[in-house]
């Protein structure tokens, strides 16, 4: 029998760590970590949690390319409605609520600054 995994954390690569840090923390994240290079004064990685739900970011040091991104992200919140309304309120550019047939109260999507696709849904 094989030995189960225990979590899955994303690991995903950007443009500007500093900027992932800023729309992350909209979302409700809290920077746990980062490493800044000696000699600079930007992180190149950073480490960033919500609840149960981990993210790592670092620098990219090709472009990123957000029609390259073939991955995406489910975030699943206890209130979608609610998180729906403070995303809005806070300026992001949020899609509408869309019912789907494993989720009767819907799901909507939103797009980090380097074109990752975040899928909001319900618990």
Known sequence: MPIPFRKLYPFAHVASVPRSLEF????GFEVQN?????????PVWAWLQSGDAVLMVAKESEP?????????????VDDV?????????????????VPRFYNLRGEFRLLDPDGY?????HT
């Open 81 to 97: 409605e609610a998180k729906h309304a403070e995303l809005a309120a806070a300026g992001l550019a949020v899609d509408p609520i």
């Open 34 to 42: 980062t490493f800044v290079p000696p000699g600079t004064d930007e």
């Open 64 to 76: 990123v390319i957000a029609s390259q991104q073939a991955v995406f992200f489910y975030l699943y």
């Open 117 to 121: 696709l975040l899928m909001i849904t």
């Open 24 to 27: 992350y923390r909209t979302l």
